[in-house]
C-alpha cells in the first residue's frame, strides 16, 4: 500500500518548494491509488508558531488538493521516546553526559572524532546509575566505527547512494529535556504511520543516511527515498526565505492573482517534465503522466525580479489556464479582485465583462487595469489628440462623436444591434469604419486599446456611453483647434 506524507514545520509561511514537495507526493500518491498524510512536525516548539500554522492550513487549503489522514507530531512523544529507549536498551545507542549538551546541542568533540569516546564506551551500570542520579544527558546514537562499512541506498530520483558509516557523527536521538530531535521523531513517525515513500527536497539527502539507521535499529523495514531537485534563484543560490522574501512564499502567487490549476502545473514543472514538450495541463493530466522518471537530478531556477516576484512562465501557464475557465467560474475567481471602490463591482457585472478581458489578462488582478473603466464613474484622463482617428484631424473626431451620440441614443443596445448602427452611421459620414470606431473607442473607455467595441458598449449601457460621448465632444472643442 503507497502511503506518503507531507510533513512541514511551522516555522514560517508555506515555501514554494515546500508546495512542491507536498505536490509532488499528493500527485504520486493519487496515481497509485494511495494515502496522502499530512503531518505537522511541530516538535522545536522554540520556533513554532500557531500563525506560521496557519499560513501552511490556508496555502494547503489554496490548494485544494486535500489530504486522507492528518497528524501532529507534538502529539505522539511517547512514541518518539519509546523509540529512543528502545534503540538504547538494545545498546545500539549511549547516553551522552557532556554538560555542553544539556540542552541537546551539538557535540562537543572535533569533527574528525565524530563521537565522545568517554561516554560511548561508558558502561551500563554507571551510565543507568548516573541517569537515576538526576543527571543531564542526552541520547545519542552508536554509530559502528572501524568496520569499512557504509550505508547504502537506491534513490528512485539520484540512483545508487552510499556513506561510510566511519563519516557519519553518533547524532542525538533524545535531548536532556527529553524532547526528541529531527531524525528520531520523522522516523518514529514514518515507521508508525507506515510510509512506504518518502518523497522530500534533496536538501535532506544527506539526512537519510542517519535515518536508515534508525529504522534499522528499531527493526524496521525503511520506506523508500524519492528527493527532489533544489529550487534555485536567479543567481543561483538556494531559494530561502530569508534571502529572497515574498517571493518563495505560496501566498505571493494567490495574491498576485495566479490561480491554483496553473501554481500546481508550474510547480510540477520546475524539476520535471512530460517528456513529450507539453507544458500546460490539467491537474488530471498531471495525475496520469507523473512518475519519478520523470523528474531531473538538476536544481531547477525560479526565475523572479525585485518589480515582479513571480516566474514569467507561471504568468504565462496562468494565461492559459485561465482562457480554460468557463467564463462563470472566471468571473467568480475575478470578483474578489475587483477593487473595493468600484460602485456595482458585484458578480452580475464581472460576468458582463468577463468575456471582453478574458484575453487581455493574465492574473486575476489584471481585472484592475483591464475592467477599471467599466466601473469608473469619471474616467482617467486621457489626451484629446487620442481621439483624433488615423488619417483623420480633431474635425473629423468631433463629426464622428457628435454622428455617434445620434445614432447611439436609439440605437438597439446590443452587441449586433450596435455593429449594425455604427457601421451605418460611418457609411452615413463616408469614412471607413475604424475611423468611426477608434474615436468611441476612446471617448467611452478612455484609450485607445480596450476590449472588443460592441461588447464593452453595450456593457457600459446607452447613459454612460451618451455621457462619455459628450464629455469628450466637451474635450475636443476647448482643448483643440478645429
Partial sequence: MIRVRFAPSPTGYLHIGSARTFIFNWLFARRNGGTMILRIDDT?????????????????????LGWDERYRQSERLDLHRAMAQDILAKGLAYRDFTPLLSGGGTMNASVAEKF?????QLGTEESDRRASAGEAFVIRYRVPRGTGKSVRFTDLVYGEQEKALDDIEDFALLRSNGAPTYHLASCADDADLRISHIIRGQDHLTNTFKHLLVFRAAGVEPPQFAHLPLLLAPDGSKLSKRNHGIAVSIKTYEDKGIIREAFINFMCLLGWSPKDDREVLSLKELEELFSFKGVNRSNAIVNFTA???LDAKAVALN??????LTVEDLAARLLPFARQDWPEARLEKILQITPLIRERIKLLQGIQSAGDFFFAAELAPYESSELIPKKGDAALALRVLQQARET??????????LDAALRGAAETLGIKAGQMFEPIRVAACGRKTAPPLFGTLEVLGRETCLKRIGQAITKLQTETTI
Fill in 44 to 64: 522545536d516548539l522554540e520556533r513554532n508558531t500557531e500563525e506560521s500554522l496557519q499560513s501552511i492550513r490556508d496555502g494547503l487549503k489554496w490548494l485544494g
Fill in 116 to 120: 565522545n569516546p568517554d561516554y560511548r
Fill in 307 to 309: 518589480q515582479l516576484p
Fill in 319 to 324: 494565461a492559459e489556464h485561465l482562457r480554460l
Fill in 408 to 417: 447611439l441614443a436609439t440605437a438597439d443596445f446590443t452587441h449586433d444591434g
